[in-house]
């Protein structure tokens, strides 16, 4: 258990829908990262935060936003979904910059 | 951040030491190699990194060259839970995110 929690574990919806994808940092890590996972492009980076900052982006679409709130938990919100959006979402987190992140366990989003 | 060149897939008997090989050539002063594992479809793991020295843990060892250009995770004694994908990740200090490659298989049989 890294001590990273996400919710919901799965999700089903349904093409141009919107969900939000919830994540709670380790206690006390600051940072958090966003990375998905798909059958054909592997784990990607997409987004981090940094004491509710955004500090760096990856290869996050312009339908898909996040934010991290004072409590330092963050939220992946996908809008307008499309079928290959269908992938693991994992969050990540570290105390600062640290490449030590510790991954939670994931969100299956399925898109049908 | 520098490639890495890892073999797709390696066999590894129980108990044995496994040895995993990661080229990453163009590899700058600055950056790091990191060691991540990730056991069927959970989250990816931490297991080692380091910048020039060879490094061990209660996890794994981390041996790099001399001039930096290859590594070598090594489990000293892989058990059938060490079965995963292992990424060698290289990471400059100032950067935060972690680009994952596609990885080794290593499977671990009886």
């Known amino acids: 258990d890294s001590g990273v929690t996400q919710t919901p574990k799965h999700l089903i919806t349904a093409t141009g829908q919107r969900v939000t994808l919830r994540c709670s940092p380790r206690s006390g890590d600051l940072s958090v990262y966003w990375y998905q996972q798909s059958l054909d492009q592997g784990l990607q980076f997409l987004i981090q935060?940094?004491?509710?900052?955004?500090?760096a982006k990856g290869n996050i679409l312009e339908r898909f936003s996040a934010q991290q709130f004072p409590d330092l938990h963050s939220e992946l919100n996908l809008s307008s979904l499309e079928l290959g959006d269908s992938a693991l979402y994992f969050c990540?987190?570290?105390?600062?910059?640290?490449?030590?992140?510790?991954f939670g366990p994931g969100t299956r989003l399925t898109v049908l | 951040d520098a490639k890495t060149t890892q073999p797709p897939s390696m066999d590894c008997a129980e108990g044995r030491a496994a040895n995993l090989p990661c080229n990453h050539s163009t590899i700058s002063g600055n950056e790091y190699v990191y060691w991540y594992r990730q056991i069927h479809s959970q989250g990816p793991q931490y297991i080692i990194h380091?910048?020039?020295n060879n490094e061990t843990n209660e996890m794994a060892s981390l041996i790099i060259t001399e001039d930096r250009k290859s590594s070598t995770l090594i489990l000293p004694h892989a058990t059938l839970r060490d079965t995963a994908v292992y990424y060698c990740i290289v990471r400059a200090y100032n950067t935060d995110k972690l680009i994952f490659g596609t990885g080794t298989r290593l499977q671990v049989f009886p």
């Open positions: 380091g910048l020039k």
């Open positions: 990540a987190s570290s105390p600062d910059f640290s490449g030590e992140q510790f």
């Open positions: 935060y940094y004491n509710g900052e955004e500090r």
